[in-house]
């Protein structure tokens, strides 16, 4: 498969970010030279016979959601049409080359074996990060894109902000900030761990981290050697550690839905047990608390509320792809209310249709092969896919990541994933039936009523 080695350059693109850490990389168009890897490459495995594409069950929805974003930016915001366009095509791009690019289990394996390695390198730079010393960090405008905006470390020590300012060999025009420093240039955020580029989040590093895990999983199931056993491990310290150090309660949250999902789908009573027992230390250990975290939940409330004024005022085809913050000057922190008042009812079920069938993927193939010890490969997969997407589920209701990279990979990797099993049962299909539909309107409509009465019931 001619493909994969593009795709998976791209992968460890989007997660490494190396032209922002050093600036030797910055003019390198790597993003477009991986995407054209990938399509040259999946052009020649099409020319030449080695594999057949099939259409996911995303694949329909993703260009309504890419259509219809596309559609709405020219609409209310033409200035910022090809900056938005650039944008949601890659997003969408992203997608098809995971989902369509493999043939096989072999091809699907590889795939999710680097969005865990990747998962796992931001989770372990995170770690160390977060026991490294504290220096003065220079916010420069000199320096453009996102190694100026997180600072540039000069070297010194501090224990606050103004021994930075007032310290020997000081900068008096300068900006400081006193962070820890890690790995690759990264720093910390007001003492949380992050990455940089689309992690540079504290809460989207705990997502991205903790959603990986149950791959380590699928690798052990797979094949129950002494090594995946330490790397099950190793995930586990690195991920709850890296998690802790973001003060994400969120990321807990995460957390604690991949292991419950897994250990009790897995092992009923037994794994929800084993499952609490592992999260019980993050929960205690992790978050933030006080005023800050009362604060940060007050000031979410109040976005929700503003995001569901923002529809109001665009109620039919919602207020434009990136566009929030055209009317608050926060954006929305929630993926799926962000849905709604960017592309209004239309785009939302769409979007939520991905993730509808998405999580359809895997339940209907843990159904359809649930006994059997040639399955346990199918089974493994499925599984891992299925525990780390709700995680997914929840981590994105305190996050805007309707158009994240980082989402639309795991779109593209259960799509992955329902090609490799057609590959060994081509009967294996998976649709949005008219129960579906129905469900999944119902489901809309509940939440946007809940967000509702939660913010009157908050005074907003």
Known sequence: MLALPGVILLIIFIYGRPQEWDERFESLPFLYLWLALAFMGMGLDLALGKVRLKATP?????????????????????GEFSEGFVSISVTFVLFFLIGHSPDGFRGFQ??????????????????HQGFSSFQCLAMTQTIGGSRGEAGIPDGRSCEHRIDCREG?????????????VGLFKTSTINGRVRWRGVLQDPNEL???????????????????????ALLVLASLLVIATAIILTQSRGGQLVFATVLGVYFVKKYGVRGAIFGA??????????????????????????????????YRMFPVIGAGYRQFTEHHWLTAHNAYLLALAELGPLGMFAWTAMIYLTLKISLVALKRYEH???????????MAVMAGFCGMMVGIFFLSFTYHYVLWIYFGLAGALYCA??????????????KDVVRLV???????????????????
Request: hydrophobic share 50%; net charge positive; aromatic share 10%.
């Open 110 to 127: 590889k795939l999710a074996a680097t969005v865990l390695v990747m998962g796992l390198f931001v989770a372990g730079v995170a770690v």
């Open 277 to 310: 027992v592992f999260a019980a230390p993050l929960m205690l250990l992790g978050g933030r608390g006080g005023g800050e975290a009362e604060e940060s939940a007050n000031e979410r409330t109040e976005i929700l509320s503003e995001g569901l004024k923002i």
């Open 58 to 78: 995303q694949l329909r929805w993703a260009i309504v959601v890419y259509l219809w974003s596309v559609l709405t930016l020219g609409l209310r915001n033409p």
């Open 372 to 382: 059997g010890a040639q399955f346990a490969t199918i089974r493994a997969w499925a």
């Open 421 to 434: 099993i057609r590959s060994v049962d081509p009967y294996f299909s998976v649709k949005l039936e008219k």
């Open 206 to 228: 705990a997502l991205t981290s903790g959603i990986v895990l149950p791959f380590s999983f699928a690798l052990f199931e797979q094949k129950r050697s002494f090594t995946r």
């Open 168 to 180: 020997p060999g000081a900068d008096p025009e300068a900006e400081y900030l006193c962070e820890r």
């Open 442 to 460: 119902l489901a809309n409509v509940g939440l946007v009523v809940a967000l509702l009465v939660y913010t009157k019931s908050k005074g907003y």
